[in-house]
């Protein structure tokens, strides 16, 4: 069990950046994945992006790929979700969520933050 706190979520212009943290409440073990989903009104929970709970094998839905960069501090135990040239399409609810193994498919994962709204206005 792990419990998860994200923060950072708020508006911002398009173009803008935000930086987005996920908090656990605990060491990740080694073979646990962090994952960054995404929900927008109307629309199903779409992956982002995921790491490697202690590092590495970092990838990115294609439509944040070049924008957006996964990372974590394992001192800390949080994972951040660094967004830049954001676009209103990006508007959307931020999660945080754990798996224990590396996929992309949400239903995989069994651990959720309560979420963290961006938006960006264009």
């Known amino acids: 069990q792990v419990q998860l706190v994200e923060s950072g979520g708020g508006s911002v212009q398009a173009g803008g950046s935000l930086r987005l943290s996920c908090a656990a409440s605990?060491?990740?073990?080694?073979?646990?994945?962090f994952g960054w989903f995404r929900q927008a009104p109307g629309k199903e929970r779409e992956f982002v992006a995921m790491?490697?709970?202690?590092?590495?094998?970092?990838f990115y839905a294609d439509s944040v790929k070049g924008r957006f960069t996964i990372s974590r501090d394992n001192p800390k135990n949080t994972v951040y979700l660094q967004m830049n040239s954001l676009k209103a399409e990006d508007t959307a609810v931020y999660y945080c969520?754990?798996?224990?193994?590396?996929?992309?498919?949400?239903?995989?994962?069994?651990?959720w933050g309560q979420g963290t709204q961006v938006t960006v206005a264009s």
């Open positions: 790491i490697r709970a202690r590092g590495g094998s970092e």
């Open positions: 605990r060491r990740p073990y080694s073979r646990e994945v």
């Open positions: 969520a754990v798996a224990e193994r590396y996929e992309s498919d949400y239903r995989a994962y069994d651990y």
